[in-house]
């Protein structure tokens, strides 16, 4: 299983204003964040955290996607937590991905099966106050549960929950807003507020 639809769906979670200045800056040439973004967006993590390249290890897909299991996407992880050791793992989503929006076309080959249930879900979900939520609340909202259920998956998958454990790694979810050319952190209200 991808990751859990049903916790996803009914997941709570604050949206607070990304500081860039939220992981520091270390002013040296060596990666100490990993950084999952969708290829279509035109978010620049350098900009979005204020860091230099060097400072950044970066893997990219169409939405961002890390629990389908592609090999690419297991070998970016693996580099990056096991041999880079980076502190920090950014999933970072974009309102308005083209991905969140349509179904999956035949070409993606089942590639955002996992987005195309949640759309259908969150739709289910939020029709229950059809008055209260216009449709940009809920792409908003789409893009938002799947960016922490993504974030949530890499956290349970065995290399990066030893890493956490043991050295502290940190798993963050952000979405990228173009409008406002601006990002939002998202923290998962569980037990107190823990972040995912
Ligand atoms: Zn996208």
């Known amino acids: 299983m991808p990751f859990d639809f049903d916790a996803a769906i009914h997941k709570q979670y604050d949206i607070v ?3 860039p200045s939220f992981i520091p800056s270390k ?5 100490h964040i990993l950084w999952v973004g969708c290829s279509d967006s035109l978010t ?4 979005t955290l204020a860091i230099s390249q060097e400072e950044v290890f970066v893997h990219r897909n169409l939405g961002n996607i890390l629990s389908n299991g592609d090999l690419s996407s297991e070998s970016a992880v693996a580099w990056a937590v096991e041999l ?3 502190e920090h793992i950014v999933v970072c989503g974009h309102y308005g991905c083209a991905l969140t929006k349509s179904d999956d076309p035949k ?3 089942g590639w955002s099966k996992d987005i195309t249930r949640l759309h259908k879900m969150n739709d289910e979900f939020l029709g229950k106050f059809k008055d209260k939520y216009d449709e940009r609340y809920r792409e908003h909202r789409l893009e938002e549960i799947y960016t922490l259920a993504e974030a949530g998956w890499l956290r349970r ?3 990066v929950k030893k890493a956490i454990q043991e050295r502290g790694l940190q798993i963050h979810a952000f979405v990228y807003d173009r409008e406002t050319n601006s990002a939002v952190r998202l923290v998962e209200i569980d037990d107190g507020k823990r972040e995912i």
């Open 27 to 31: 002013e040296v040439a060596k990666p």
């Open 157 to 159: 998958q065995p290399i």
């Open 84 to 86: 880079l050791k980076v």
């Open 44 to 47: 620049l993590e350098t900009f």
């Open 107 to 109: 070409a993606l080959y």
């Open 17 to 19: 204003p990304l500081d």
